[in-house]
C-alpha cells in the first residue's frame, strides 16, 4: 500500500476484554515498530520486529501485551484483560530495514479508551 | 536512559516569520535524529533525519541542525504559514543493537494568519 494502515482506527472496550490491533506496513519493509502515545505525553516504544522475529521487545509494558507478525507483513499487536491505563493511540510504523539509516513511516494510530 | 526535552511545549506566532524549534537528549551518543509532523488525529509525518556524522539537513523550508557533543537539535522554519501548524517532535536514536527511538513530548506550533 502507499502508506502504514492501521486498524481499527478507533476502539472502545470495557475494562477486562482483550483487544487486537492491526498494522500494514508498506509493501517491502522488513523492520516494524509498535509505539504507544498515551494522553500529553511522548510516544513509548513497544516493540521492534525484523521480518517476523521480535529482537527487541523491551518496551511491553506487562505480559498482557503481546504482538505477532506473519509473512513479513501484517502485525497485530494484541492487549489481554485491559485496563483504564491501556488507554492511548497505539502507532505503528515501518521502515525499509532495521537501520538506524532508514526514514520510519508512521501509521495513523488506533485510538484506544478502556472504561 | 535517554532522556529527549524540547522547548518551549507551545509556540504561537503570526504568518511569515521564521522561527526556531529546541530539541535537547541527555546521552550524546546517538546514531541519528528525526524531527516529525504530528497533526491532530494523525500519525507522524518524518520531515527531517540527521545521521550523527551530519551537522545539518534541509528540505524546502526546513533546516535541521544537530550539536552531537552539547546534545541539541534546532528545527528551523522559514517564512512560516498556517499550514505548518502542527506538534513538532524530535526523536533520537541511540543504536548500540537497538531501534528504539527515544521521543520528546513535542513542540505545539500554531502560526496565526
Known amino acids: 500500500g502507499a502508506g502504514v494502515s492501521q486498524s481499527p482506527s478507533n476502539k472502545v472496550t470495557e475494562k477486562g476484554k482483550d483487544v487486537e490491533l492491526r498494522c500494514d506496513p508498506i509493501s517491502g519493509h522488513t523492520a516494524l515498530y509498535w509505539y504507544r502515545q498515551r494522553l500529553g505525553q511522548g510516544l513509548e516504544f513497544l516493540i521492534y520486529f525484523q521480518g517476523n522475529s521480535a529482537p527487541d521487545k523491551s518496551g511491553l509494558p506487562s505480559d498482557r501485551f503481546s504482538a505477532e507478525r506473519t509473512g513479513e507483513s501484517v502485525s497485530t499487536l494484541t492487549i489481554q484483560r485491559t485496563q483504564q491505563e491501556d488507554s492511548a493511540v497505539y502507532l505503528c510504523?515501518?521502515?525499509?530495514?532495521?537501520?538506524?539509516?532508514?526514514?520510519?513511516?508512521f501509521g495513523e494510530g488506533s485510538w484506544l479508551t478502556v472504561v | 536512559k535517554q532522556e529527549v526535552t524540547q522547548i518551549p511545549a507551545a509556540l504561537s506566532v503570526p504568518e511569515g516569520e521564521n522561527l526556531v524549534l529546541n530539541c535537547s537528549f541527555t546521552?550524546?551518543?546517538?546514531?541519528?535524529l528525526q524531527w516529525f509532523r504530528q497533526d491532530p488525529g494523525k500519525g507522524l509525518t518524518s520531515l527531517l533525519l540527521i545521521q550523527s556524522s551530519q551537522r545539518e539537513q534541509t528540505s524546502g523550508r526546513l533546516n535541521a541542525s544537530l550539536d552531537k557533543s552539547s546534545g541539541r537539535s534546532t528545527l528551523y522554519i522559514a517564512a512560516s504559514q498556517p499550514g505548518d501548524s502542527a506538534t513538532y517532535l524530535c526523536?533520537?536514536?541511540?543504536?548500540?543493537?537497538?531501534?528504539?527511538?527515544?521521543f520528546g513530548k513535542g513542540t505545539k506550533l500554531s502560526v496565526i494568519p
Open positions: 526523536a533520537v536514536n541511540s543504536g548500540a543493537g537497538s531501534y528504539q527511538l527515544t
Open positions: 546521552d550524546s551518543a546517538i546514531y541519528n
Open positions: 510504523a515501518s521502515s525499509l530495514q532495521g537501520s538506524t539509516r532508514n526514514t520510519i513511516y
